[in-house]
């Protein structure tokens, strides 16, 4: 971007504070984060002293960008508020970071006249500042928007430290599919084998997995099997 931005971010949870973070440490000022929970606004001066912690309605008065890190099936009602109060301005940016929605969850919005934008960093959050950061330097982020402002949000994800992935409206459905079977089929296949090897008394478990754990993430990705069956994997697992 050629010029920097006064940002608000809309949620202080791993998301927003990771945003928030990068976003400052791209040279933009954030001048609010918005949260109600007090557990999350003393996060928020750990992680960003002196940052304002304000409501929503006063978050996004007068800034040029508006960052909804928030669930996505919060979206829609907040917009709608918003919208009711008006309180979004004219030539106002707004983003999300939901995997589930492209820009279209700001329609209710455009009457106001607002730049409407998508932008999901395909990352696991952890809530560690530190260690989100790096991981937002090395992600791919999914971006969407007006075709005329497409060049906007793509020099936002890169300013974020990742790579801009363009996924339309009409890949929107089987991108969020995607990245919720990868969350969750990790999640329940760690577990499993990490409770296999406690239950045996095997000490560094997660360690030990650490190892087969990428190195067979990296080899599948690689030969790009689409599709697996379950009694392959049993076959594969006794030799």
Request: charged letters at 20%; zero cysteines; glycine letters at 8%.
């Amino acid at each position: 971007m050629s010029s920097r931005l006064n940002v608000a971010v809309i949620g202080a949870g791993p998301v927003g504070l990771a945003m928030a973070k990068a976003i400052s440490d791209a040279g933009h000022s954030i001048m609010a984060i918005a949260t109600t929970d007090p557990a999350r606004a003393e996060q928020v001066g750990a992680v960003l002293p002196g940052i304002k912690v304000a409501p929503v309605i006063d978050a996004v008065a007068g800034v040029d960008l508006v960052i909804f890190a928030i669930p996505g099936e919060e979206l829609a009602s907040l917009v709608s508020g918003l919208v009711k109060t008006e309180s979004l301005a004219r030539g106002q940016l707004v983003a999300h970071t939901s995997p589930d929605y492209g820009y279209e969850v700001f329609d209710e919005a455009m009457s106001l006249g607002v730049v409407p934008m998508a932008i999901h960093p395909a990352i696991r959050f952890t809530g560690i500042s530190s260690v989100d950061r790096t991981r937002l330097m090395d992600a791919y982020i999914a971006v969407d928007s007006p075709k005329a402002v497409l060049p906007v949000v793509q020099t936002l994800a890169i300013e974020l430290g990742g790579e801009p992935v363009h996924v339309p409206a009409e890949a929107r459905a089987k991108y969020a599919e995607a990245i919720s079977v990868a969350s969750s089929f990790t999640s329940l296949i760690v577990g499993q084998a990490v409770t296999l090897l406690e239950d045996a008394n095997i000490d560094k478990s997660r360690q030990i997995l650490s190892g087969i754990m990428r190195s067979a993430l990296e080899e599948s990705l690689r030969s790009a099997v689409v599709e697996i069956d379950p009694a392959d994997l049993l076959e594969d697992d006794n030799q």
